[in-house]
C-alpha cells in the first residue's frame, strides 16, 4: 500500500538518549572535528535521517573546547583553593546563610540515591560538597572536591560550568560530558542570582551515577536554587529594615531633600523626595569623590553610611525629567558597554552630565548590544524579532527601552530607535566571539556572534582582528567597519518596513 507524505515521515523522537549512544554521539562527534582540522574530507551529512547529534549546549561547549584544544582524555591543570581562600569566599556569595535549608531540600528527599551535593560560586569553585562517602571518594579520583575550580576549560563540559555559562538549570548526562573520565558520572546544576543585585552568585549541583539518576532532580535542583534565592531576599530586606532604623533619626537633622540607600542601591529611608525603589550604583561602588552624577537624581553628595550611603541631591531633580541626560549633556558623550565578563555585563557613560556606571541586566545588555551594532536605528518590531523571533512582542521591547531611558536620556532617541548620533559608544567583548552572552539565545546575538567569529564583522570601537586561515591560504579582506550596513545587515533586526515608530 501506497504511504502519504504525513505517514511516512520519521517519527519524533521521545525518549532520551542512552548512554550507549551518548557515548557514540561523543566519539563521532570528536573524530569529525579531528578530520576538519585535518581537512580530510569527506564529511557525513549532519542532517541524515536517523542521525543523533549533541543538544546545542552540549555542542556548543564541546565545539570551544576543542578550539581551546582541550584533551578528552586528560583536561587541563586542576587548580585548588586554600582552607582560608574557601572560607572567605564562602563568606563573599552569601551562601553560607542557606546552607542549612539547601542539605534540607536536597540530600532528605532523594532518600537512599546515591548522589553528591555541590555548591560553587560564580567563578565555578566548589565552595561545599557534601553527600555519600563511598561517591566522595570516587568523586576525588576525578578531581570533583572542595576547593576545584570546576569550569570548562579545566575540566570539561559538566553540570556546573554550563549552568553558570547559560544562566538557567541544566543536565549533562554521561558521555555529554567532554572528558571521557566523567561519562560514568551525571550532573544537574542551576544558577543562583542575588535577588538585590541580579548579580549571578553561584550554582547548586547534584552529581550522581549515570546509572541511578532520576528525572525529577534537576526541577528539584532548579526549585532549591529558587529557595536559596528567598532566603537571600528574605536576608537583605533585614539588613534594610536595620538601615532605616538608623537613617530615620538622621534624616530628620538633614537639611534639604536627602535618601538612605543600601551598598546596592535599594533605599531605606527617604525625605523630601519621591519614592525611588532603588539607585543605580556603579559596580565597585561609588568612590571616594565627595559628590557624584547619580542617574535619577543628578549630582548628589554622598557620605558612607554604615553598609550604605547617605545621599543628597546638590540641586533638587525637577518632575520635568532632571537627573537623566539631556540631549545638549549627551553631545560628545562616551559611553562603553562591557560584557567581557559574561556574568557582569557594565554600562560607563562619560560626558558632559558626568561619569557614572553601573550592572546591566541580561535583557538591557541584549538590547544595547543591538542598538550599538545597529546605529541606522531599529522599530520595536524589528527588536522584537531580533531578541525573541517574533516581531509582535513589541509591548516588551518598549517597556524595556522606557526602563534604559530613564537614566539614560538623551543619549538614546526613538524613531527609530537608536544611540544619538553624537554618542560614541565602544562595545568590549571578550576574547572568544562564543563567549558573547553566551545565555543570550536571542536570534541576532547568535548570528553576531557566528559573524565575529567567521571575521565578517566586529564590534563597535574594537580593532579589527585577523581571520583564523589553514597554513597556505592567502591572507584575508580587512574586515568591515562595525557600524557599515553590509556588516550589520547580517546578523541585526532584519529589514522591514521603513514606516517610523508611532510611540517612543
Same mark, same amino acid.
Not at 111 to 134: C, F, S
Given at each position: 500500500m501506497r504511504q502519504t507524505g504525513r505517514q511516512s515521515r520519521r517519527p519524533e523522537r521521545r525518549t532520551p538518549p542512552t548512554a550507549a549512544e551518548l557515548a557514540r554521539v561523543h566519539e563521532r562527534t570528536l573524530a569529525e572535528a579531528a578530520a576538519r582540522e585535518l581537512a580530510q574530507p569527506p564529511f557525513p551529512d549532519p542532517a541524515a535521517p536517523g542521525r543523533l547529534e549533541p543538544r546545542p549546549e552540549i555542542g556548543d561547549s564541546w565545539a570551544r573546547l576543542r578550539r581551546l584544544g582541550?584533551?578528552?582524555?586528560?583536561? *587541563?591543570?586542576?587548580?585548588?583553593?586554600?582552607?582560608?581562600?574557601? %572560607?572567605?569566599?564562602?563568606?563573599?556569595?552569601?551562601?553560607?546563610?542557606?546552607?542549612?535549608?539547601?542539605?534540607?531540600?536536597?540530600?532528605? #528527599?532523594?532518600?537512599?540515591?546515591?548522589?553528591?551535593?555541590?555548591?560553587?560560586?560564580?567563578?565555578?569553585? =566548589?565552595?561545599?560538597?557534601?553527600?555519600?562517602?563511598?561517591?566522595?571518594?570516587?568523586a576525588d579520583r576525578i578531581g570533583f572536591l572542595t576547593g576545584a575550580r570546576w569550569i570548562e576549560e579545566s575540566v570539561g563540559t559538566n553540570g556546573i560550568a554550563v549552568a553558570l555559562r547559560a544562566q538557567r538549570p541544566m543536565h549533562v548526562h554521561s558521555a555529554e560530558h567532554y572528558l571521557r573520565s566523567h561519562h560514568s558520572w551525571t550532573c544537574v546544576a542551576a544558577p543562583v542570582h542575588d535577588p538585590g543585585t541580579g548579580r549571578l552568585v553561584g550554582a547548586i549541583n547534584?552529581?550522581?551515577? *549515570?546509572?541511578?539518576?532520576? &528525572?525529577?532532580?534537576?526541577?528539584?535542583?532548579?526549585?532549591?536554587?529558587?529557595?536559596?534565592?528567598? !532566603?537571600? +531576599?528574605?536576608?537583605?530586606? !533585614?539588613?534594610l529594615n536595620q538601615l532605616r532604623t538608623l537613617a530615620a533619626p538622621m534624616l530628620a537633622r538633614v537639611?534639604?531633600?536627602?535618601?538612605?540607600?543600601?551598598?546596592?542601591?535599594?533605599?531605606?529611608?527617604?525625605?523630601?523626595?519621591? &519614592?525611588?525603589?532603588?539607585?543605580? =550604583?556603579?559596580?565597585?561602588?561609588?568612590?571616594?569623590?565627595? =559628590?557624584?552624577?547619580?542617574?535619577?537624581?543628578?549630582?548628589?553628595?554622598?557620605?558612607?553610611?554604615?553598609?550604605?550611603?547617605?545621599?543628597? &541631591?546638590?540641586?533638587?531633580?525637577?518632575?520635568?525629567?532632571?537627573?537623566?541626560?539631556?540631549? %545638549?549633556?549627551?553631545?560628545?558623550?562616551?559611553?562603553? /558597554?562591557?560584557? +567581557?565578563?559574561?556574568?557582569?555585563? %557594565?554600562?560607563?557613560?562619560?560626558?558632559?552630565?558626568?561619569?557614572?556606571?553601573?550592572?546591566?541586566?541580561?535583557?538591557?545588555?541584549?538590547?544595547?548590544?543591538?542598538?550599538?551594532?545597529?546605529?541606522?536605528?531599529?522599530?520595536?518590531?524589528?527588536?522584537? !524579532? *531580533? /531578541?525573541?523571533?517574533? &516581531?509582535?512582542?513589541?509591548?516588551?521591547?518598549?517597556?524595556?527601552?522606557?526602563?534604559?531611558?530613564?537614566?539614560?536620556?538623551?543619549?538614546?532617541?526613538?524613531? #527609530?530607535?537608536?544611540?544619538? !548620533?553624537?554618542?560614541?559608544?565602544?562595545?568590549?567583548?571578550? %576574547?572568544? #566571539?562564543?563567549?558573547?552572552?553566551?545565555?543570550?539565545?536571542?536570534?541576532?546575538?547568535?548570528?553576531l556572534r557566528a559573524g565575529l567569529a567567521a571575521g565578517t564583522v566586529r564590534l563597535p570601537g574594537t580593532a579589527s582582528v585577523p581571520q583564523p586561515r589553514a597554513p597556505g591560504d592567502a591572507p584575508t579582506a580587512p574586515q568591515p567597519p562595525a557600524s557599515s550596513a553590509a556588516s550589520w545587515s547580517s546578523v541585526g533586526p532584519q529589514a522591514r518596513s521603513a514606516s517610523p515608530e508611532t510611540s517612543a
Open positions: 582541550l584533551d578528552p582524555d586528560a583536561g *587541563a591543570a586542576a587548580v585548588h583553593l586554600g582552607p582560608a581562600e574557601i %572560607e572567605q569566599r564562602r563568606r563573599a556569595s552569601g551562601l553560607d546563610a542557606v546552607m542549612p535549608v539547601l542539605r534540607d531540600t536536597l540530600l532528605e #528527599p532523594v532518600g537512599q540515591t546515591p548522589l553528591i551535593l555541590a555548591i560553587a560560586d560564580a567563578e565555578g569553585h =566548589v565552595l561545599w560538597q557534601e553527600g555519600e562517602r563511598g561517591l566522595r571518594r570516587s547534584l552529581s550522581g551515577p *549515570a546509572r541511578s539518576i532520576r &528525572p525529577y532532580l534537576l526541577q528539584l535542583t532548579a526549585t532549591a536554587a529558587r529557595l536559596a534565592e528567598t !532566603e537571600l +531576599r528574605a536576608h537583605r530586606l !533585614e539588613a537639611a534639604g531633600p536627602a535618601l538612605v540607600v543600601d551598598a546596592a542601591g535599594w533605599t531605606a529611608a527617604a525625605a523630601g523626595l519621591p &519614592p525611588l525603589g532603588r539607585l543605580r =550604583v556603579p559596580v565597585d561602588g561609588w568612590g571616594a569623590a565627595a =559628590v557624584h552624577w547619580v542617574p535619577g537624581l543628578g549630582e548628589c553628595a554622598l557620605e558612607p553610611l554604615a553598609d550604605g550611603w547617605l545621599v543628597r &541631591p546638590v540641586r533638587p531633580p525637577e518632575t520635568d525629567g532632571s537627573g537623566t541626560v539631556t540631549a %545638549e549633556q549627551a553631545e560628545g558623550a562616551r559611553l562603553r /558597554l562591557d560584557l +567581557r565578563r559574561h556574568d557582569r555585563p %557594565e554600562l560607563t557613560v562619560q560626558g558632559a552630565a558626568g561619569s557614572w556606571s553601573h550592572p546591566l541586566s541580561p535583557r538591557h545588555a541584549e538590547l544595547l548590544l543591538l542598538l550599538a551594532t545597529g546605529r541606522e536605528g531599529s522599530t520595536a518590531a524589528q527588536l522584537a !524579532e *531580533a /531578541l525573541f523571533g517574533d &516581531p509582535g512582542r513589541t509591548v516588551t521591547v518598549r517597556a524595556e527601552l522606557s526602563r534604559l531611558r530613564r537614566y539614560l536620556g538623551g543619549l538614546l532617541a526613538h524613531r #527609530p530607535y537608536r544611540f544619538a !548620533e553624537s554618542v560614541l559608544v565602544t562595545v568590549d567583548g571578550p %576574547e572568544d #566571539p562564543y563567549d558573547l552572552l553566551p545565555a543570550s539565545s536571542a536570534p541576532a546575538v547568535r548570528r
